[in-house]
Nanobody, 116 residues
Framework: QVQLVESGGGSVQAGESLRLSCAAS????????MAWYRQAPGKQREFIAR???????NYVDSVKGRFTISRDNARNTAYLEMNSLKPEDTAVYYC??????????WGQGTQVTVSS
């Protein structure tokens, strides 16, 4: 069983930065991958970024060059560094963890609001 707790959301101006954290209750070393998703009001949840156990990363095109996903296995934590934020980045951001057996866990979400 893995429990995920996101933090680091908030309200910022366009162009500013935020760093989201996702703390896992158990060891994340054995997780297949961790990922970030977001859901804006009235829209479906969308994939943002993923990092595998081998630290391979991939991103949705809209955040490439602005967002960076990372993980610290010693701290059982994944991060999403978000730079040059835009109003369209406003959403609830969710952390996802997937085990090698493809069991999926979600955090409760953290709100990010970017004003112009």
């Amino acid at each position: 069983q893995v429990q995920l707790v996101e933090s680091g959301g908030g309200s910022v101006q366009a162009g500013e930065s935020l760093r989201l954290s996702c703390a896992a209750s158990g060891s994340i070393f054995r997780l297949n991958y961790m990922a970030w998703y977001r859901q804006a009001p009235g829209k479906q949840r969308e994939f943002i970024a993923r990092i595998t156990s081998g630290f391979y990363t991939n991103y949705v095109d809209s955040v490439k060059g602005r967002f960076t996903i990372s993980r610290d296995n010693a701290r059982n934590t994944a991060y999403l560094e978000m730079n040059s934020l835009k109003p369209e980045d406003t959403a609830v951001y969710y952390c996802q963890a997937v085990t090698p057996a493809t069991t999926t866990y979600w955090g409760q979400g953290t709100q990010v609001t970017v004003s112009s």
